[in-house]
């Protein structure tokens, strides 16, 4: 069975810098496009960041020019550079995945807590 397991998340101050990963594991599956999504209190899930399988990119505009999507498809990982993090960041990031075993699907991670302070 295919997991997302997210990691790298934590507590920066403002302006800090945070890096998030994602692996994709569970037996053989084909990874199309991976994207990170946050929800912060009360509020609804977001896109942040989507690259396809062939690298290319899309930002939330709040997010432009401070993160930074990439993926390693040899090692089935999707980052999230985070630069210049300000408190409305603060946020469960998940990583999501359009995923091909038998059948295609997406595949949500279990979420890793980003809390920046002023």
């Known amino acids: 069975q295919v997991q997302l397991v997210e990691s790298g998340g934590g507590l920066v101050q403002a302006g800090g810098s945070l890096k998030l990963s994602c692996v994709a594991s569970?037996?053989?599956?084909?990874?199309?496009?991976m994207g990170w999504y946050r929800q912060a209190p009360g509020k609804q899930r977001e896109l942040v960041a989507v690259?396809?399988?062939?690298?290319?990119?899309d930002y939330a505009h709040s997010v432009k020019g401070r993160f930074t999507i990439s993926r390693d498809n040899a090692k089935n990982t999707v980052y999230l550079q985070m630069n210049n993090l300000k408190p409305a960041d603060t946020a469960v990031y998940s990583c999501?995945?359009?995923?091909?075993?038998?059948?295609?699907?997406?595949?949500w991670g279990q979420g890793t807590q980003v809390t920046v302070s002023s």
């Open positions: 690259i396809s399988s062939g690298g290319a990119t």
């Open positions: 999501n995945a359009r995923i091909t075993t038998l059948r295609t699907d997406n595949y």
């Open positions: 569970g037996g053989t599956f084909r990874i199309y496009t």
